[in-house]
């Protein structure tokens, strides 16, 4: 059975930074993406970056530059570095994977329970 786990989220004053982390297990098929979306309450999923198997990576344009993924193939892990967080960054952070390289910004095969992300003034 395959699964997605995120830790490390958490409160977080505006300003500060967290390092969100999504573990995969319950394959050994090649996953070609590994990305992050986050939802807010009332609103509606959002991507904010992904990795390809290869190190290429995607960003979100509103996000780009404060938030940072990075991957761990041996690991199956995936890793989100935000940084100057800011008050509307609060809410639920998922991490996904898909088995194919090529197919739709939301598109994947594969989603975590989600992390929640608090941040205050």
């Known amino acids: 059975q395959v699964q997605l786990v995120e830790s490390g989220g958490g409160a977080v004053q505006a300003g500060g930074s967290l390092r969100l982390s999504c573990i995969l297990s319950?394959?050994?098929?090649?996953?070609?993406?590994m990305g992050w979306f986050r939802q807010a309450t009332g609103k509606q999923r959002e991507f904010i970056a992904h990795?390809?198997?290869?190190?290429?990576?995607r960003y979100a344009d509103s996000l780009k530059g404060r938030f940072t993924i990075s991957r761990d193939n041996a690991k199956k892990t995936v890793y989100l570095d935000l940084d100057s967080l800011k008050l509307e960054d609060t809410g639920v952070y998922y991490c996904?994977?898909?088995?194919?390289?090529?197919?739709?910004?939301?598109?994947?095969?594969?989603w975590g329970q989600g992390t929640q992300v608090t941040v205050s003034s």
């Open positions: 996904a994977a898909r088995l194919d390289v090529v197919g739709g910004l939301n598109e994947y095969d594969y």
């Open positions: 319950g394959t050994s098929t090649h996953i070609g993406v």
């Open positions: 990795m390809t198997s290869a190190g290429g990576s």
